[in-house]
């Protein structure tokens, strides 16, 4: 871009900046285009189609109207409110999922960083899972969470499952959440953690403070940043979960995900789909915002 | 030290949480009967019924070319980006930034509507009836995969240092040559960690693709999914079985390319870290 500008103007300018003479701006061209291209200009796409309606079969009208988004604000406030219940579980889903992977990788995280011995092959052994298919991860629990998986067999504990069933319940579904979503909490944990001086801890406790409060007072504070950027990475791509309930839940479970596949798959009401697309994205960028904020205020604390 | 033999405990329950279940697919993949759940003695016969199903192999085939083209371009675009970005004014840069993590965390059931009401209303404007194929779902996968390769060739290209390339403009080597002689030495390793990485999140994609698909372009991942309507067989868990093969193979790799080079603390291709 800038980089038709002649040679020694260049790098007079470069050298007047940090660091000297660099590959030229230009490079990044082509993947921008692509990102405009075929990222920022498709969600453009579903922002008009959200203010169009169907016409004909599964044609769109862009017509600029608000009844895509009226009919769900009256589904939400109205006596029906299915819509509204859906993003309620939705919501729900986003943070108990959140939550269990913290819960779980917490721990986990804390000792690699802490106590462990093979740091990178253990993270490693965290990562392996995540760059497998998620599709298939999904899957495997169909297998495990049936009550004739034979390890339930041999317990004797096929009968009690069957009786409080979990495969295609609510249930499943969040197990197969917390487990999907592990490594992408674990991962910011770790590289929080891996940075505390572990010897202010042990100053703390040496000092009086009962292990709790050091915990609370020291080790807390400091990985906050990666509980803030695990919560992230697992609560914003949670909000249009899609695989996981489909899978694991039977036809008991509908999230926010599922209702936006609905209208392109079955109902073909592309406007009302990208509507509630809109509406998912819209959630997140007020919770983004307020996370942004916290993030703020942290580092204000530090 | 109570604490930590505890915390031990609970890791290698973690561990076991993580990766029990991708064992059980595998292991039940060499279930000999019909029905998945009773275990009727070792066998490879569902890999063999398997590949010999059309569409399975097809799909395999479908998905590895698909997966191949994502990680050549994304390669290309994500090299390029890591190079000059890095250094470059805020102002520029900081969008830039955003744009590529945003394709990796924004919520991916959105992203495929996006490109499907992209692709199918801009292939009407342009006169194109069915503009969904292989294309399309090529087309979408670079979206993300170039932003992974990014990260993975950025974080080595920041970590190694520039002044050879810096020596080398001075002395009056173009971008080109620069590329050529000074960094793609130094950097091969990383780009093709970055491709491999690709190569895997491509291979297993599977809401993207499902959206964006053709009638006649069926990967893997689409297959498997349009099994699952009748339940868990022995050959769909021998075809995960080969997928998390190939992605396994991928990742080591990409993980021995990375650790030969020098730097085993690369914690490269993970959003956010």
Known sequence: MASTEAEPSRRGRNAARAGGPRYPGWLVVPAVVWYVLFFVVPLGFIAATSFGQVEGFSDIAYTWTLDNYRYLWDDIVGDLHLYRDIFVETLKLSVVGTLSTLVIGFPLAYYIARYAKHKTLLLLLVIVPFWTSFLIRAYAWLIVLDPEFPVFRALGLTGFLEQHEILFTPNAVYIGVAYNYLPLMVLPLYAALERIDWSLVDAAQDLGDPPWRAFRRITLPLALPGILAGSLLVFIPLTGEYIIPVILGGNKTFYAGNLIAQQFLESEDWPLGSAIAMVVIGALTIALVVYARALGRQEQHS | MNGRRLLGGYAILAYVFLYAPIAVVVVFAFNGGRDVLYWQGFSTKWFRVALETPEITSALKFSILIALGNAVVACVLGTMLALALPRMRSWIRTPIDALAYMTLVTPEIVFAIAALVFFVQAGKKVGIDNPLGWHTILI???????????????????????????ASFDLGAGPLATFRQVTIPRLAPAILA?????????????????????????TLPIYIWGQLRFGVTPAINATAAMMLGVTLIGIVVAYAVLRRSGDDRERAGLPGV
Do not use: K, W
């Open chain 2, 140 to 166: 979408a996968h670079v979206v993300f995969n170039a932003s992974v390769v990014a990260l993975v060739v950025r974080a080595r290209f920041v970590s190694m240092g520039q002044s050879l390339e810096e």
């Open chain 2, 194 to 218: 970055g491709g491999l990485l690709a190569f895997t999140f491509s291979f297993d994609d599977f809401i993207t693709s499902f959206f964006v698909t053709g009638t006649n372009s069926e």
